[in-house]
């Protein structure tokens, strides 16, 4: 039997999956069955957080693989620390890859893109999810992990892969999701089904939507404008102000534009979208009994 824990926040939870508690790892474990899942994951959890709280209580249950997707509350909010990323991160993978333990790890799609914001708001949250991405990418290059691009899945910007606030998947993009981490495990001779893709619920109705929008979604508004809000305004005026500047330096004016900030923010989104319904196998390590 596989025993497989999950790390991360919202997304890994679930949240937006009107099976409740299920979620893309839900999904992937009933695909690899018999396989027993410790779904560890917590809204809002940053990296630190999933390495002071939830790694302790993955090591403790000695599993034969592990998934960590998380990273998209550190790039919304407004104490942004890629180096401090980059070491809990080391920490977090290397970990698990000395108990011999199999890690699924994968990159962070563009929230600009899925929440579909202009370009000049797009492209600072687009840096800070590339800085993550970049980070995520080369440890799982160095430290052997089973990696996963979800920022270059196309099919994964599609708008009915995603919930009413556009950050938490749909049932059919946890599906999406799953398939994909099943796929690639697949390819490397894990005996896996492919989750079907289709959702097994109704889609939720306008209605559903829009009270989540007016219930969670407004209380994550209010939470992250005292933090992530104007941080991100700051940012978004040095983006005005470079583009200002780029066009005089083509018209031949001199430098004058200030250094943008490059850094960036994580913000906790933990509402229900939809309200509930309803190297080889044996290379890898899986499955321990």
């Not at 790390?7 to 790892?25: F, I, K, M, N, Y």
């Not at 994909?180 to 490397?188: D, I, N």
């Given at each position: 039997m ?27 474990a009933?695909?690899?069955?018999p396989a027993?899942l410790?779904n ?26 592990a ?7 550190d790039?919304?909010r ?25 890690v ?39 430290h052997?992990t089973i ?12 708008r ?19 398939r ?9 001779g ?15 109705t306008?209605w ?13 508004l ?9 941080a991100?305004?700051?940012?978004v ?9 780029a066009?005089?330096a ?15 923010h ?23 009994s």
């Open positions: 596989t025993r497989m824990v999950s790390l991360g926040d919202s997304v890994t939870v679930g949240l937006g999956d009107p099976v409740p508690g299920r979620g893309w790892a839900g999904l992937l009933e695909a690899l069955a027993e410790s560890l994951a917590v809204c809002g959890a940053r990296v630190a957080d999933v390495v002071r709280d939830q790694l302790p209580r993955a090591l403790a249950l000695r599993p034969s693989l998934t960590v997707l998380v990273g998209v509350n790039t919304l407004g104490d942004f620390a890629p180096r401090q990323i980059h070491a809990d991160l080391e920490r977090l993978i290397t970990r698990l890859r000395a108990d011999q333990v199999t699924l790890t994968a990159t962070l799609p563009d929230p600009g893109l899925m929440l579909r914001i202009p370009e000049l708001l797009r492209r600072p949250l687009a840096r800070r999810v590339h800085v993550v991405n970049t980070i995520v990418t080369d440890l799982a290059h160095r052997g990696h996963l691009d979800l920022a270059r899945q196309p099919a994964l910007y599609e009915r892969m995603w919930g009413a606030d556009r950050l938490h998947p749909s049932e059919r993009g946890h599906r999406h999701l799953a994909l981490f099943a796929a690639e495990l697949r390819e490397r894990v005996p896996v089904r492919l989750p079907d893709p289709e959702p097994a619920n109704a889609e939720p306008a559903a939507s829009a009270f989540w929008l007016a219930t969670a979604g407004t209380a994550w209010v939470r992250r404008s005292r933090d992530f809000l104007p991100f305004a700051r940012l005026a040095q983006e005005i102000w470079h583009e200002k500047f066009v005089r083509t018209a031949g004016e001199p430098d004058v534009a200030p250094n943008r900030d490059e850094t960036s994580e913000g906790r989104h933990c509402g229900r979208v939809v309200p509930a319904p309803g190297q080889r196998g044996h290379q890898l390590g899986l499955p321990r």
